[in-house]
Nanobody, 116 residues
Framework: QVQLVESGGGLVQAGGSLRLSCAAS????????MGWFRQAPGKEREFVAA????????YYTESVKGRFTISRDNAKNTVYLQMNSLKPEDTAGYYC?????????WGQGTQVTVSS
């Protein structure tokens, strides 16, 4: 069983920055790739970024490349999403996930609202 807790969301003006955290408990996540997704009202959940277990490789959806950075601290069992140059279209609930033992775990999400 894995528990994921996201934090760091909030209200920010366009052009601002936020750093999201996803803290895992119940199991060490250092052996697993982790991902961030987001879901805006009335839209489907979409992929934002992912990072391999070692942190050596990262992946991003096109719309956030150059603005968002995913990273991890395996000693803290935590994954981060640094979001810079935020735009109103980044407004959404942000969720982290991890697949362990054939099961996909999600956190409860943290809300990011970007005002224009």
């Amino acid at each position: 069983q894995v528990q994921l807790v996201e934090s760091g969301g909030g209200l920010v003006q366009a052009g601002g920055s936020l750093r999201l955290s996803c803290a895992a408990s119940g199991r060490t996540i250092s052996s697993y790739a982790m991902g961030w997704f987001r879901q805006a009202p009335g839209k489907e959940r979409e992929f934002v970024a992912a990072i391999t277990a070692s942190g050596a490789r990262t992946y991003y959806t096109e719309s956030v490349k150059g603005r968002f950075t995913i990273s991890r601290d395996n000693a803290k069992n935590t994954v981060y999403l640094q979001m810079n140059s935020l735009k109103p279209e980044d407004t959404a609930g942000y969720y982290c996930n991890v697949a362990v033992g054939g099961r996909l775990y999600w956190g409860q999400g943290t809300q990011v609202t970007v005002s224009s």
